[in-house]
């Protein structure tokens, strides 16, 4: 440990050097070092390389660039408490994304520090200071809006949207910054898997605070949502999970009206929403029987329809 200890005082020393190739070799070293030695990490931020590297976000330089988002990233997995106290990180990162579509920001680098915000969003304590910050969370719903964004900084903005909707005060700022239309065009729009995956986790979040509703009533939302839970769609089981989760937290937390929308949506879809009651995980199932029951109203009306035991039972579960 000592010899690693003087190693990464070293690097982080001569990141302050006045030469260029000085600098970018410690950073390379310090990229390398990050990734495959756990055990260097604390020792590497300890020595202070946080702020330099953080400074570094800012340099016109595309490998350098590269280089300390990515040395970022890896200190993100074991030191996030110095990450997120040190001044200036989240600025550096959000320069990084917000521009995204410029040369001055590199592809990699751009999913470097989205993938870093999305580690610190592990920690609860973490989603209201980085959702406070809305340039971040702007720059991540552009992300998601621009058709040149490579597939990898989409997901990695996914990601980091879906820690920042954890928290629930986050969420009217989501909404009030774009994101439903945004994350429903890539649903419609984009048959990726994966990509529709995390579109459905973010909007399963964010339809769970009161202005959602208007904005989910002007793409169709409730239809949509709907949509994916029709068997002859053949979407993914998570999709579908995440699906039932949107409606559910809609009619939670939402006007009579979009209770009555999800109700009339819903009727359409009740083998949808029986098939993720019966092949989820235990929260997923408990979510669907939870819907089912929102669906049906307590007026029978699904049984009344539909002459299958299987209602009876699902409705008769605890949810």
């Given at each position: 440990m000592e010899v690693k200890l003087r190693t990464s005082r070293s690097l982080v020393s001569k990141l302050s050097s006045v030469s260029s190739q000085t600098r970018a070799d410690a950073l390379k070293e310090l990229r390398l070092i990050t990734k495959l030695d756990p055990d260097s990490r604390p020792l590497v931020a300890e020595a202070g390389a946080i702020p330099y590297l953080s400074e570094t976000l800012f340099d016109s330089s595309p490998s350098l660039q590269d280089d300390a988002a990515a040395t970022l990233l890896n200190l993100s997995i074991s030191c996030r408490h110095s990450l997120i106290s040190t001044?200036?990180?989240?600025?550096?990162?959000?320069h990084v994304l917000r521009h995204h579509a410029s040369p001055s920001s590199s592809a990699f680098a751009v999913q470097s520090s989205a993938a870093t915000l999305h580690s610190l969003l592990v920690v609860?304590?973490?989603r209201p200071i980085i959702g406070a910050k809305r340039d971040i969370a702007y720059s991540l719903i552009d992300i998601v809006k621009s058709l040149n964004s490579p597939p990898r900084s989409l997901k990695d903005a996914l990601k980091a949207l879906f820690?920042?909707?954890?928290?629930?005060?986050?969420?009217?700022?989501?909404?009030?910054?774009?994101a439903v239309p945004a994350l429903f065009t890539l649903v419609v729009k984009d048959g990726r898997v994966g990509i529709v995956e995390d579109s459905t986790a973010v909007i399963a979040q964010v339809a769970g605070c009161e202005e959602s509703e208007e904005e989910f009533r002007r793409v169709s939302g409730v239809r949509v949502l709907a949509d994916l839970l029709d068997p002859s769609t053949g979407t993914s089981l998570r999709s579908r999970e995440n699906a039932v989760a949107a409606l559910l937290n809609l009619a939670r937390c939402c006007s009579e009206r979009a209770v009555r929308e999800?109700?009339?949506e819903g009727m359409g879809v009740v083998d949808g929403v029986a098939d993720v009651a019966e092949n989820a995980g235990a929260k997923g199932k408990s979510k669907a029987v939870a819907l089912l029951k929102v669906i049906?109203?307590?007026?029978?009306?699904?049984?009344s329809v539909f002459r299958?035991?299987?209602?009876?039972?699902?409705l008769n579960q605890s949810s």
């Open positions: 001044r200036g990180l989240l600025d550096a990162l959000s609860d304590d973490y820690g920042i909707s954890l928290y629930a005060l986050n969420r009217g700022a989501l909404v009030e910054l774009g999800v109700r009339e049906d109203g307590g007026s029978r009306s699904i049984a299958d035991k299987r209602f009876d039972c699902l």
